[in-house]
Every structure is written in structure tokens, then in C-alpha cells.
């Protein structure tokens, strides 16, 4: 008798059974669009630009006013895919009853994006400056979809993101290397579907993840040795003085010998790889963001620094003096109007381009924006933080669908820490 009492004590009943049979059924159907999510992102991030214009499913024409080529027009095979996961991830989240609580976030910039086209049709433009609801489609598609792989397997899709660098990056150099390449603007090399400032907040973003991930104990010091002497390699070619200066301040957020250290083991490989043939010091004389760093130093101590940052911002007040309560969605209405003034471009500082696109709304996504950052310095990601909000504040990447999915990872690699095991989306909120 005994012996089944214990028996009948552990055995579980028919409803047990159930829930576990369902649960197991949720756990591998997650697993599952979370290896799709990961394969769409790995191919996101190493697609070209000219793959997304080659390749359009629906062709539409952008203003001729529309400067940038890489802002990517038309509705894509990659627009496609995206709309197939970022779909089956709302159907597993519907079906299981899954607390979302990123729900409310994306609703609430999906308002404040439906009042934006309102602005942007009462100041007269058309529906050829399309970008705006393009990318406001694209941009909480990739949030659920990001959302999703940190929640059920965060160390998995930190991997995804520094191989993509790491292929990038060695792309980038290879073209230098091989086929002389020459980059764009001045010599400034860039990364597949990026421009050189985009790319080398990418890169520099991604060595941050890792130094944090490593401070952790939750990633081996190899793989951060590597990010970390690409990013050496490749960010002076690309002419971003800021990313430069990031660089060595992430050095010191990790340890300040390693600095010391990469150079050497750099210098000691040029040294092996020259003696086999391959010119690998052709690479040192493309360090532009070197270059401009000791230029812009040099005019400040003669007191003669003078930075196209400062006749963007005073035409972009001037514009605002125009449109006292925004311009609407469209970056390209937005471009379209600081080119009048004379800047065929951005705003370079994230709040004062959110206020054209969104109008006083745009205190919403700001606060949301900074808040973020804030949780991220109580966590440990300090030196970080404030490297993201020097090139916030002094450049405008957003506009790039590759350097916005970077910034979800940040935030989401650092608030999804705890979390290194496979789990079911349906065990914790995010």
C-alpha cells in the first residue's frame, strides 16, 4: 500500500498532462520563429543596398529631392519576410495570450506616427514623401521581432549581431584590401547598407554589447578580443572623429591595456602578413577619422574650429521658425526643406529631427528615448550611454533601418541580461 501511495503522491493527473503537452507544443513552435527571426536578421544585416533596389516587389518613386539612395524606397523582399515573422511572432503571442507589454510602447508611436501624416498633409506635402509610413511599418515590425529573439534566447542573438559585424567589417577591409576601394565621401569607407558614420556607430555599439556582456561573465573574452581589434581596424577609415573618441573610452570601460595590447598584436600581423606580400599598411594611410580628429583638434587650439554642425542646426531653426509645429513623418519633406536653407540633409541631432517629423508630440518619443538610456546607465552600460548620446545629440542615424535595429539590440541585450537559456515567450512578460 505503501509503495502506491508514493506512487499515486508524484504521479501527475490528466490536467497536468495537458498543460505540459500544450507547453511543450508552445516551446517548440517559439523555437522555431526564433530561429527564422534569427536567420531574417542575419540576412537583414548583411544585405546590400543594391540587393533592396535590385530586388523591389513594388517599385515606387521617390522626390526628386530624396538625396539619399540608401533610405531604400520601395517595398522589398525583405519587407516581405519581415511582414511573415514579425506576423507569426503577433499570431504566437495572440494564440498563447502572451503579455506584451512593448504593445503599448509601439501603439503609442503608432499614434503618434498617424498624427504626423495628418501634419504632413495640412503642410501640403504629398503622398510621393512616402518614407515616413514606410518606416514606421518597418520600425515596429523589427521592434516585435528583436523583442522576441532577446525573449526567448538573448546570448543567441548577441551572436547573430557580432558575426554580422565581424562579416561586415571584414567585407569593408577586404574591398580596401582586394579591390582598392575608395569608399564615399571623401575617402570614408562604410559597411554594406550603412553610410560611414551609421557604420561605425554599428560597430562601435556592438564591441559596447560585448564589453558589457563580458564584464558579466556572459561572454568569452576571445570573441570580445576580436570585435574589439576589427573595430580598431575599421572605425578610422571611416572619418567618424566622435567613433574614434567612443573607441578609446570603450577601451577604458573595459581595460585600458587592451589598447596597448591590439595595437601591438596589429602592428606584429601587418609586420607577418607583409613579409607573405600583402600590403596590409595601405589600410593606415585610409585613417580619416585619425586625419579629421587631429585637424579639428589643431583648429581648436588656433582657435579656428569651424563644423558644419553649426550652420545644420541654425538652418534647421530657421525651418522650424517656418513650420512652428513640425513638418510631419517624411525625413525626405524634412531634407526637402533644409535644403532650401541650404543643408541637403539631416538635422544631425535626434530631438530636433524628432520635433520636425513629430511636432510637440515629439516629447513623448524623446522622454521614452532618454528614459531608456537612463535605465541602461543604472545597469552598469555608463561609458556606453554616454557615447550613444554624444552621437544622438551630434548626428541623426535613425533614418537607417540598420542602425535602428542596433540600437533595439542595445537596449534590449542589456534589460534582457538574466535571460541566457532557451525560455518560451510565454513564461515572463517583457
Same mark, same amino acid.
Given at each position: ?60 518613386? #521617390?522626390? %526628386?529631392? +530624396?538625396? $539619399?539612395? =540608401? ?10 519576410? !519581415?511582414? /511573415? &515573422? ?112 551609421? #557604420?561605425? %556607430?554599428? +560597430?562601435? $555599439?556592438? =564591441? ?10 556572459? !561572454?568569452? /573574452? &576571445? ?132 520635433? !520636425? ?74
Amino acid at each position: 500500500m505503501g509503495e502506491i501511495d508514493r506512487v499515486s503522491k508524484y504521479s501527475l493527473v490528466p490536467s497536468q498532462i495537458r498543460f505540459g503537452s500544450r507547453f511543450a507544443a508552445a516551446y517548440s513552435v517559439s523555437r522555431l520563429i526564433n530561429v527564422i527571426a534569427l536567420i531574417f536578421l542575419t540576412v537583414f544585416f548583411l544585405t546590400p543596398a543594391f540587393v533592396y533596389e535590385s530586388y523591389a516587389v513594388i517599385g515606387l518613386s #521617390s522626390p %526628386d529631392e +530624396a538625396r $539619399y539612395g =540608401l533610405w531604400l524606397p520601395h517595398v522589398h523582399i525583405i519587407d516581405v519576410a !519581415l511582414f /511573415v &515573422v514579425s506576423f507569426s511572432v503577433c499570431i504566437y503571442y495572440s494564440a498563447h495570450k502572451v503579455r506584451f507589454r512593448l504593445i503599448n510602447g509601439i501603439m503609442l508611436f503608432l499614434v503618434i506616427g498617424a498624427s504626423s501624416m495628418l501634419l504632413q498633409a495640412t503642410n501640403n506635402f504629398g503622398p510621393e514623401y512616402f518614407d515616413g509610413i514606410l518606416y514606421l511599418w518597418r520600425y515596429a515590425a523589427l521592434t516585435v521581432v528583436v523583442a522576441f529573439v532577446f525573449r526567448c534566447q538573448p546570448l543567441l542573438a548577441i551572436y547573430v549581431l557580432v558575426m554580422s559585424m565581424m562579416i561586415l567589417v571584414l567585407v569593408s577591409l577586404g574591398s580596401v584590401l582586394l579591390f582598392e576601394y575608395e569608399g564615399v565621401l571623401s575617402g570614408r569607407i562604410n559597411m554594406l547598407g550603412m553610410g560611414p558614420n551609421v #557604420s561605425s %556607430d554599428f +560597430a562601435l $555599439y556592438t =564591441l559596447a554589447i560585448c564589453i558589457y556582456y563580458h564584464k558579466n561573465n556572459k !561572454l568569452p /573574452v &576571445v570573441v570580445l578580443f576580436a570585435v574589439f581589434v576589427l573595430c580598431l581596424m575599421y572605425i578610422p577609415m571611416t572619418g567618424s572623429r566622435r567613433a574614434l573618441i567612443g573607441l578609446v573610452l570603450l577601451a577604458f570601460y573595459w581595460r585600458v591595456a587592451i589598447l596597448a595590447y591590439s595595437v601591438l598584436l596589429l602592428l606584429l600581423a601587418a609586420v607577418v602578413f607583409s613579409i607573405f606580400g600583402y600590403d596590409v599598411f595601405v589600410l593606415t594611410e585610409n585613417a580619416v577619422s585619425v586625419f579629421r580628429l587631429i585637424n579639428t583638434i589643431s583648429e581648436i587650439s588656433s582657435n579656428n574650429f569651424s563644423d558644419g554642425r553649426v550652420v545644420m542646426y541654425a538652418n534647421t531653426i530657421a525651418v522650424i521658425g517656418q513650420y512652428p509645429l513640425g513638418i510631419g513623418l517624411s525625413d525626405w519633406a524634412i531634407q526637402t526643406q533644409l535644403g532650401l536653407y541650404g543643408t541637403g540633409s539631416h538635422t544631425h541631432n535626434f530631438a530636433l529631427q524628432w520635433y !520636425l517629423k513629430f511636432g510637440p508630440l515629439a516629447v513623448f518619443p524623446i522622454a521614452f528615448l532618454v528614459g531608456g538610456l537612463v535605465g541602461l546607465y543604472r545597469r552598469g552600460f555608463t561609458i556606453p550611454v554616454v557615447i550613444i548620446l554624444v552621437n544622438i545629440l551630434t548626428g541623426y542615424g535613425f533614418w537607417n533601418a540598420k542602425y535602428f535595429v542596433v540600437i533595439l539590440f542595445v537596449f534590449f541585450a542589456v534589460y534582457s541580461m538574466p535571460r541566457l537559456k532557451f525560455r518560451s515567450p510565454s513564461k515572463d512578460p517583457i
